[in-house]
């Protein structure tokens, strides 16, 4: 990747979720009877957890989180431990560009603790990503 492209290609995720978020309609679906209607309506499911690996660090929190803040919901990300910066820079350039503090938390830490714990607690009712971390041996 050249120079620079992941930052780029992060801040492209997240252009790209926010413009599908302008187009999240509900839906109207043809019925079975002429009598009824099938409506499909989009919401947010609540806290979603994502869990990311160390490569691409930033590209891959802004394609995790960009879908799910554009859906309207929440996020706990825990980046690996071995490139949390990444993660942290984008939840305070998020905050800078107006997103309300809570709305996207960075937990970092020991992934052999926080990991067990995001994925089994039944707040965080859907996931964008669960990403398990492998350290390549070279």
């Known amino acids: 990747m050249k120079r620079g492209g992941e ?7 997240l252009e790209w979720f926010a413009e599908e978020a302008r ?3 509900g839906d109207n679906i ?5 009598n009824q209607r099938i409506r499909v309506l989009h919401q947010p499911v609540g806290v979603c957890g994502a869990i990311t690996s160390w490569t691409f660090p930033l590209s891959m929190v802004a394609r995790r989180v960009g879908a799910a803040l554009a859906a309207g ?30 709305v996207l938390s960075v937990l970092t830490g020991n992934g052999e603790t926080i990991r067990p714990t995001m994925v089994s607690d039944e707040r965080m009712r859907k996931s964008p990503s669960r990403v398990p971390s492998k350290k390549v041996s070279g």
């Open 7 to 13: 930052v780029t290609q992060a801040a492209n995720y």
């Open 73 to 102: 919901c929440t996020v706990v990300h825990h980046p690996d431990p071995q490139t949390p910066f990444s993660a942290l820079a984008l939840c305070v350039l998020g905050e800078n560009a107006g997103l309300l503090r809570g």
């Open 23 to 25: 187009r999240i309609h």
């Open 30 to 34: 043809a019925a079975p009877r002429r």
